[in-house]
T-cell receptor, first 112, second 112 residues
Framework: GEDVEQSLFLSVREGDSSVINCTYT??????LYWYKQEPGAGLQLLTY?????DMKQDQRLTVLLNKKDKHLSLRIADTQTGDSAIYFC????????????FGSGTRLSIRP | NAGVTQTPKFQVLKTGQSMTLQCAQD?????MSWYRQDPGMGLRLIHY???????DQGEVPNGYNVSRSTTEDFPLRLLSAAPSQTSVYFC???????????FGPGTRLLVL
């Protein structure tokens, strides 16, 4: 079945790295995504990774994919107050490229 | 480009009333989707469309109807609103040529 799971909260000190984790169940995932939602706003695509890749880096963001364990993580280096948001993990499936299945979101809060 | 637009921003309904949430995009995207976002549950797919004249059900379609008579518009209809439909509704669109899904700003719906 299709299921994407994340922990609900993460608190990090400003300047530290944040690591947000996600697990998914469907091995036919093609693309895996990280979206960011700021308060009162829609979702913004941060980055995505194709399922045959292990890692993708984009400035302060590093995505790691462990396909064997069906585990995806997003690392934010040098976390800033502007990174406070809800982060959603999501996947599309080979069988239905137009459907994106979202996790429940991880609320990232930054401590001074 | 206006991107993805949604109207209204806010709506209060009484149980049993009907209404249509509007969604439009000016990017000539083939894929359009409707999601609802509830606390602790992430985004759940209600209905989606892969092109004009084609719609399909998502995870939580009951109580909602959609149509796609044009590429640009994808309205979501609530035929008889229920308190369980109190939520924030997001419309999204995507081109089949790229992985970025663009989200509208959301419609906050309260059903009393």
């Amino acid at each position: 079945g299709e299921d994407v799971e994340q922990s609900l909260f993460l608190s990090v000190r400003e300047g530290d790295s944040s690591v947000i984790n996600c697990t998914y169940t469907d091995s036919s995932s093609t693309y895996l995504y990280w979206y960011k939602q700021e308060p009162g706003a829609g979702l913004q695509l941060l980055t995505y990774i194709f399922s045959n890749m292990d890692m993708k880096q984009d400035q302060r963001l590093t995505v790691l994919l462990n396909k064997k364990d069906k585990h995806l993580s997003l690392r934010i280096a040098d976390t800033q107050t502007g990174d406070s948001a809800i982060y959603f993990c999501a996947e599309t499936l080979y069988s239905s490229a137009s459907k994106i299945i979202f996790g429940s979101g991880t609320r990232l809060s930054i401590r001074p | 480009n206006a991107g993805v637009t949604q109207t209204p921003k806010f709506q209060v309904l009484k149980t049993g009333q009907s209404m249509t949430l509007q969604c439009a995009q000016d990017m000539n995207h083939e894929y359009m989707s409707w999601y609802r976002q509830d606390p602790g549950m992430g985004l759940r797919l209600i209905h989606y469309s892969v092109g004009a004249g084609i719609t399909d059900q998502g995870e939580v379609p009951n109580g909602y109807n959609v149509s796609r008579s044009t590429t640009e518009d994808f309205p979501l209809r609530l035929l008889s609103a229920a308190p369980s439909q109190t939520s924030v509704y997001f419309c999204a669109s995507k081109s089949h040529l790229e992985e970025t899904q663009y989200f509208g700003p959301g419609t906050r719906l309260l059903v009393l």
